[in-house]
């Protein structure tokens, strides 16, 4: 659907997880999944190795589950580093935040909004794309309001397909925020080209 629209985007992986086949969004993705990924040009985003809670786990334990997922990034074959990061859950803490500051150039929740002058780049803004289409004309309003300001939006959603998962959407509700965003003259870019279009090299780490 991306190459449809000749766009890319961010896959943010739990390498841990990989080859899982029951979850609460259905099988996991496999090797040749990531390497098909790769080669069409999308960015590989890190997600801790094992899905770590920042809530629950020690600072300390969510650092090594990092420090494993990039191990194993590298080890696989599928690129030397990770540059972005998605808090699992959407859970940082400030002992997180600090800690994590170094290791990427940008890091994203799950708080809803358009990032702008003086974005956490921590802890980005981002609008979830579930379900079947009800919440369409709000993110028609986010996107023309992103328009306006010149801000940046980030979306996410997590398996795609026709009867997806409640952490998921339809094909038909992906397809239509993509072309949204497509006729509002929105460019839609991979999180850390996104990042370097934005903030510029100034910003990063």
């Given at each position: 659907m991306l190459g449809h629209f000749g766009v890319k985007a961010t896959y943010y992986v739990s390498l841990g997880l990989m080859d899982v086949e029951r979850s609460s969004v259905g099988p996991m993705f496999r090797l040749d999944?990531?390497?098909?990924?790769?080669?069409a040009g999308h960015e590989l985003g890190c997600h801790t190795f094992d899905h770590a809670?920042?809530?629950?786990?020690?600072?300390?334990?969510?650092?090594?589950?990092?420090?494993?997922?990039?191990?194993?990034?590298a080890r696989l074959g599928c690129g030397s580093r990770f540059r972005s990061f998605s808090y699992p859950k959407g859970q940082a803490?400030?002992?997180?935040?600090?800690?994590?500051?170094?290791?990427?150039?940008?890091?994203?929740?799950?708080?809803?909004?358009?990032?702008?002058?003086?974005?956490?780049?921590n802890l980005l803004k981002a609008c979830s794309i579930y379900g079947h289409g009800a919440s369409l004309e709000r993110?028609?309003?986010?996107?023309?309001?992103?328009?306006?300001?010149?801000?940046?939006?980030?979306?996410?959603t997590h398996d795609v397909s026709t009867q997806p998962s409640r952490f998921g959407c339809t094909t038909d509700f992906l397809s239509r925020v993509i072309d949204a965003s497509l006729g509002a003259g929105a460019t839609i870019l991979p999180v850390s080209s996104a990042f370097d279009l934005a903030f510029g090299t100034s910003a990063g780490k």
């Open positions: 999944d990531l390497r098909a990924v790769m080669a809670d920042a809530w629950t786990c020690s600072v300390a334990q969510f650092m090594d589950s990092i420090s494993r997922n990039g191990a194993c990034l803490t400030p002992g997180t935040k600090t800690a994590i500051e170094s290791r990427f150039e940008c890091c994203r929740g799950i708080y809803p909004g358009i990032n702008a002058s003086g974005a956490d780049v993110l028609h309003k986010l996107i023309r309001a992103n328009c306006a300001v010149g801000g940046w939006l980030v979306f996410y």
